[in-house]
């Protein structure tokens, strides 16, 4: 990349989660690629060199319970393999890249998530130093679509689980009504007799 001048995030238009590609930007570490509704806090928690955000649990009774009554942002990150730089003028290091993104996970997605990305991470990196926003998309919509499609399917299992709890606590109150008519509904009409 040419370090004389600051270039500008790429952004990807219309996609279903917020994220960011945090890499090499000259000396310091930057915004390479930003979904188009990146939140500042996402960008915040890139800024400290934070993995993820406090929110992070990989229980499964904050993945069943946690978005109940309040649904917090969770943000996550992965790291790519270190790659070499092809211009190095500013840099002898292997460079890192970190992909945030903000979205329900679990330990074992967030794996899944990170062999993704460092699939994609050399075609990514040439089309981030080639600045072709085409080539960009193609190298990052796999990792994307990864992490859309965790977090649609840990929702979904959320809704099942509070389906069944709803489910589950009519039947208990169902059941009390019917042993409360069968055992005291008798002595409560003998009462009600003139």
């Known amino acids: 990349m040419d370090t004389s001048q600051p270039s500008k995030s790429l952004i990807i238009n219309n996609s279903p989660i917020e994220f960011a590609v945090i890499g090499p930007k000259g000396k310091p570490n930057g915004i390479l690629v930003r979904s188009d509704n990146l939140k500042i806090d996402v960008i915040g928690l890139a800024a400290l060199g934070s993995e993820n955000s406090n929110s992070y649990s990989n229980s499964s009774r904050d993945l069943l319970?946690?978005?109940?009554?309040?649904?917090?942002r969770?943000?996550?990150?992965?790291a790519s393999v270190p790659l070499d730089q092809i211009d190095r003028n500013w840099d002898e290091r292997k460079s890192e890249y970190r992909f945030y993104w903000v979205g329900l996970c679990s330990r074992l997605d967030k794996e899944s998530v990170r062999?993704?990305?460092n699939r994609q991470i050399t075609d990514l990196f040439f089309g981030i130093e080639?600045?072709?926003i085409e080539q960009v998309e193609w190298s990052i919509a796999p990792v994307v679509l990864v992490c859309s499609e965790i977090h649609i399917r840990l929702v979904k299992r959320q809704l099942r689980f509070?389906?069944?709890?709803?489910?589950?606590?009519?039947?208990?109150?169902?059941?009390?009504?019917?042993?409360?008519?069968?055992?005291?509904?008798?002595?409560?009409?003998?009462?009600?007799?003139p």
């Open 115 to 117: 062999k993704t990305f």
């Open 162 to 193: 509070i389906t069944l709890l709803i489910m589950y606590a009519f039947i208990v109150v169902l059941s009390f009504i019917v042993v409360f008519l069968v055992h005291l509904g008798p002595q409560i009409l003998l009462f009600k007799r």
């Open 65 to 72: 319970f946690g978005n109940l009554f309040f649904c917090p």
């Open 74 to 78: 969770k943000i996550w990150s992965v």
């Open 130 to 132: 080639q600045n072709d």
